[in-house]
């Protein structure tokens, strides 16, 4: 039998807790959609060192999960931050668990990164720095991923509610 590195066990033991914690957010949401009596199926993965959650309809047609995302994802992030309070009630710690209801996030994130592509472009262009509107802290996240990828800066500005990216040349 080898010896298993330190890295190994170390990312062995992460791994697992992620898995906890999806379980964890799992069952809490499963409870949820009883009481709602909405129809759904609960996807768990890892993304990005994160739980990630996703409950998915089974009938793509169907929009009543639609409405646990909200208008502009404010009932999702809601969902969110409870969904991490019961992960840390049972586990003692917090999360960072990202959860999406019906793909909202994943059309949302498609979106941002092309907001972030026209700006970027901008930037390029004019050799100034762009502003983008104000953004929660997912948005601003994959905002900020897609500039590290292209190379260039940004930082994040104000305060909540108007929080937002501001994009430099690198």
Known sequence: MSPTSPDTAAESTSTKRLEEEGEIAADYLEE????ADLDG?????????RAAVEIVSEDPEDRSL?????????????????????????????????LDVAGYRAARR????????EAIARVRASGAAVSLAAMNPFERKVVHDAVAAAGLSSDSEGVEPDRHVVIRPA
């Open 32 to 35: 949820l959609l009883d009481i």
């Open 110 to 117: 498609a979106e941002l990164v092309s907001v972030a592509e």
């Open 66 to 98: 639609r409405r646990l995302a909200g208008r502009d994802g404010e009932v999702l992030d809601a969902l969110q931050e409870l969904t991490r309070l019961a992960v840390q009630t049972k586990t003692g710690e917090r999360s960072r668990l990202m």
């Open 41 to 49: 199926d609960i996807d768990i993965d890892i993304d990005h060192g």
